[in-house]
């Protein structure tokens, strides 16, 4: 009897230590964050489940198109295909980059900082890179941009944007600072992005940049005005 009066204490004893265990264990892993980047995990939530219902939008849209098609094939009647397949061309035109566009988005403000310079610093520290400009561009994009430029100029996929002296070449064109980025998409989510704590914008700031992003409601981005020559790239059926 004594015995089992021994072990079950024993057991019990157990028991505590364990559940006080858990809670200790349980206490480390919580992460505590301040009410600004609460904010700003809420909105990239909000965001991405937007971004979530478009894409099913879209799917669903999708299938609408082809059985829309395949109803005209079974009736020998193609000029709904070919209406269909003209307002694709001027879509795609516009996703391209070629056309001006509109719609909102933000709009993102940099340029070289005014603050003293630390003994020994380098001026680089808070002047504008194009790197910088880069990196912004990186940024919106990765939070859903679907029209980006930087002074007027357009942005697509064969964009050169490099340093000039105190100036910056973008599309071959010279510009000087400011440089103002504009990007049509989800305004909160590219601005959270950001100004979060890891956000390009934010690092910018730390170091004595001038930076500022602000919401809009309705911008025009203009369509990309050069040419692109392609040398080496043709169509793998001609091959």
């Keep these: 009897m004594k015995m089992r009066i021994l072990f079950a204490g024993a057991f ?121 400009i880069i990196m912004i561009i990186n940024d919106l994009k990765r939070s859903g941009a679907e029209a980006i430029s930087v002074n007027g100029q357009r942005v697509i996929d064969k964009t050169e944007i490099s340093c000039s002296g105190y100036t910056v070449r973008i599309n071959g064109q010279v510009y000087a600072r400011p440089f103002i980025i504009k990007a049509i998409g989800d305004g909160s989510r590219m601005s959270a992005s950001l100004i979060s704590a890891e956000g390009y914008g934010t690092l910018l700031s730390n170091f004595g940049v001038l930076f500022s992003v602000e919401l809009m409601e309705e911008m025009t981005i203009p369509g990309y005005t050069g040419t692109v020559n392609y040398k080496y790239m043709v169509d793998a059926k001609e091959v």
């Excluded at 892993?29 to 809420?42: D, F, N, T």
């Excluded at 909000?46 to 999708?62: C, G, L, M, T, V």
């Excluded at 005209?72 to 070919?82: K, M, N, V, W």
Aim: hydrophobic share 40%; net charge negative; aromatic share 10%.
């Design 12 to 132: 019990c004893l157990f028991i505590g230590w364990f559940t006080v265990s858990l809670f200790g264990s349980a206490e480390e892993m919580r992460v505590y964050v301040s009410p600004k980047a609460a904010g700003e995990y809420r909105t990239s939530i909000e965001s991405e489940k937007s971004e979530i219902d478009n894409i099913r939008s879209r799917i669903e849209s999708a299938r609408e198109q082809l059985a829309k098609y395949e109803a005209a094939l079974e009736g020998d009647d193609f000029s709904e295909i070919l209406a269909e397949l003209a307002s694709e061309v001027a879509k795609y035109k516009m996703f391209s980059g070629y056309e001006t566009v509109r719609g909102n988005g933000v709009r993102v403000m940099i340029d070289d900082g005014v603050r003293p310079l630390y003994e020994g610093e380098d001026i680089n520290n808070i002047l504008v890179h194009d790197l910088d």
